[in-house]
C-alpha cells in the first residue's frame, strides 16, 4: 500500500466510504422549499438549468457551476415605505441591509446542503461582482430571468421583477445545485405590472417610456453615478485637476462627500424611483386603489419635486427630458460612464445601450463597417424610425461606408485617437455623404 493511502485523512475516508449511503440525486421539493424559508426567504421556487425560458442563461450557469441540475430562486421583501423615501438615505439602507440579507440566507442554504452531502454554489445578489470583465457582463448569474422562470413574478415596464404578493420591493437570490428537485416551478400566468406608468412619471431621466422604450444609458449615468463608470469618472475628474481649487469648482462639497459616503458605506442609488412609485401586488395596491389621486400626492410628487442633482450625457435624451420636465432639478453635465469598448463585438453590443432615439429622430440612414486589423469584421447599422438594427455582414445600400483599423477605431472611441489624424493617415476610411457620421455621432453622445 502507498504512503499516500497510509495517510490518516486518507484512510478515513476509505473506511467511511465503504459505509457511505448512496449520495442524494433528487431533493424533495417540498422539503427543499421548507429549508429556504426556515433559512430566511420569503418565497421560493425552483428551475431546472435545462429549462427553455433560461437558455440563454445556462452557458454563463455552466461556466460558474458546471455540475448545475437546478437553481433555487428566491425572494427576500423590502420596507417598501424605506424605499419610497425621498431621503434617500433611508432607501439606500434598506436596498444594503436586504441585500445582506440575500447573501446570509442563500449562504445558509448551500451550508445546510453541503452538510447533506449536495454540492451548491450561491452568487452574490449584487457586489462584489467579476469587474475584470467590466464593460461586459460582470455578474455570475443573471437573477431576474431565473426568478421569473421559478414563478417568482414577472418583469414590469420598469425592467424590476415584481412579485404577485410582495409587488417590485423585493431582492432576489440564486443558489445553483448540483442535484435534481423533484417538482419544479412554472412562470406565473399573467404580469403583476398595472402599466400605471407611475414608473414612467417618477423617473428624474425619463429612462423609461411610456411605450415600454428603456433608455440604459440615461438611468446608468444618473442613478449608478457612484458606481462602477460614474466613480471612474470622478476618478478621472480628481486625476484631471490642477489644485484643489480646480478640483472644487469640477465637484462640489457635497459631491465629493457623497463619493465619499458611498465608498465607506456601500455605493448609493441616486434615484431607483421606479420601484418607489410601483402600486403592483397584492399586497402593495390597497392605498393605489382606494385613492389614485392621494397616493399620487403621497407618495409620487415628493420625489417629482425634490431639489437635487441630476446626472446627464450632454446632448442626451434625459438632458432634454430634465429641461421640459423637471426645470427645478439640477442638472451636471458628466462625460458617458460606460467604459469604452476593448473589442469590435463590445462597441456593437454596446449601441443599443446608448442609443439616443430622441437624438436620431428624422434620421434614416444606413450605415456600413468594416474593421480590419487586429479583428475582422463587417456589419450593418440602419437607424431609421428612432430605431437602431444591427446586422451581421454588409447588407444593402450604404449612406456612409466607414473603414477602420481595428485598434484605430477603438482608441477613437476612447478619446485616444484624433478623428482627423486617422482619417489623414487613411487608418479611418469614409465612403459616401460624410455629414451623417455627424448625425451618427449624435446619436451617441458621450
Known amino acids: 500500500m502507498s504512503q499516500f493511502e497510509q495517510h490518516p485523512t486518507v484512510k478515513r475516508f476509505r473506511e467511511q466510504e465503504a459505509t457511505r449511503e448512496e449520495s442524494v440525486t433528487t431533493l424533495d421539493a417540498d422539503w427543499l422549499r421548507q429549508l429556504c424559508l426556515d433559512a430566511g426567504a420569503d418565497d421560493v421556487g425552483f428551475v431546472e438549468v435545462g429549462q427553455l425560458a ?27 415605505e424605506n424605499v419610497r423615501s425621498p431621503a434617500r438615505s ?17 449562504r445558509e442554504i448551500v451550508t445546510a446542503l453541503e452538510r447533506r452531502g449536495i454540492r451548491a454554489l450561491n452568487p452574490a445578489m449584487g457586489f462584489p461582482m467579476e469587474m475584470d470583465r467590466f464593460p461586459g457582463k460582470v455578474w ?8 421569473v422562470a421559478a414563478g417568482l413574478g414577472h418583469m414590469g415596464i420598469h425592467r424590476n421583477v415584481i412579485h404577485p404578493k410582495f409587488g417590485n420591493f423585493i431582492l432576489l437570490g440564486t443558489v445553483l445545485i448540483d442535484a435534481e428537485v423533484s417538482a419544479y416551478s412554472a412562470p406565473i400566468d399573467y404580469n403583476p405590472c398595472l402599466e400605471c406608468r407611475l414608473c414612467v412619471v417618477a423617473c428624474p431621466v425619463g429612462a423609461i417610456a411610456t411605450d ?10 444618473h442613478n449608478y453615478r457612484e458606481f462602477m463608470g460614474g466613480f471612474g469618472d470622478w476618478a478621472g475628474e480628481v486625476a484631471e485637476s490642477r489644485s484643489f481649487k480646480d478640483y472644487r469648482q469640477k465637484v462640489s462639497p457635497s459631491e465629493s462627500a457623497s463619493m465619499w459616503q458611498s465608498l465607506s458605506f456601500g455605493a448609493n442609488y441616486k434615484a431607483a424611483y421606479c420601484m418607489a412609485a410601483c402600486p403592483a401586488g397584492e399586497d402593495v395596491i390597497g392605498p393605489f386603489l382606494r385613492n389614485r389621486v392621494g397616493f399620487v ?65 428624422g434620421l434614416d440612414a444606413v450605415y456600413h463597417f468594416i474593421f480590419t486589423g487586429a479583428e475582422s469584421h463587417q456589419a450593418t447599422v440602419t437607424i431609421r424610425d428612432k430605431k437602431l438594427n444591427i446586422q451581421t455582414g454588409l447588407v444593402g445600400k450604404p ?3 466607414i473603414t477602420a483599423d481595428t485598434n484605430t477605431w477603438l482608441k477613437f472611441l476612447a478619446k485616444e485617437q484624433n478623428l482627423v489624424w486617422a482619417l489623414l493617415r487613411r487608418q479611418i476610411r469614409l ?16
Open 54 to 80: 433560461i437558455a440563454d442563461q445556462q452557458r454563463d450557469i455552466l461556466t460558474a457551476f458546471p455540475p448545475t441540475k437546478a437553481l433555487i430562486s428566491f425572494v427576500c421583501r423590502m420596507n417598501r
Open 90 to 106: 433611508v432607501a439606500n439602507v434598506e436596498f444594503h441591509h436586504t441585500g445582506d440579507e440575500v447573501n446570509d440566507i442563500s
Open 140 to 147: 455570475v448569474v443573471s437573477h431576474k430571468p431565473v426568478a
Open 212 to 221: 415600454g422604450h428603456f433608455d440604459f444609458s440615461a438611468c446608468y449615468t
Open 297 to 361: 400626492q403621497e407618495v409620487v410628487k415628493p420625489l417629482q419635486d425634490k431639489d437635487e442633482t441630476i446626472y446627464v450625457v450632454p446632448g442626451s435624451d434625459a438632458e432634454a427630458h430634465v429641461a421640459r420636465r423637471f426645470p427645478h432639478k439640477q442638472v451636471k453635465q458628466v462625460r458617458n460612464t460606460l467604459v469604452p469598448p476593448r473589442t469590435v463585438e463590445g462597441f456593437l453590443r454596446g449601441m443599443p445601450l446608448l442609443f439616443q432615439r430622441n437624438q436620431a429622430e
Open 399 to 401: 449612406n456612409l461606408q
Open 431 to 446: 465612403k459616401g455623404n460624410v455629414r451623417s457620421l455627424l448625425a451618427f455621432s449624435k446619436c451617441f453622445p458621450s
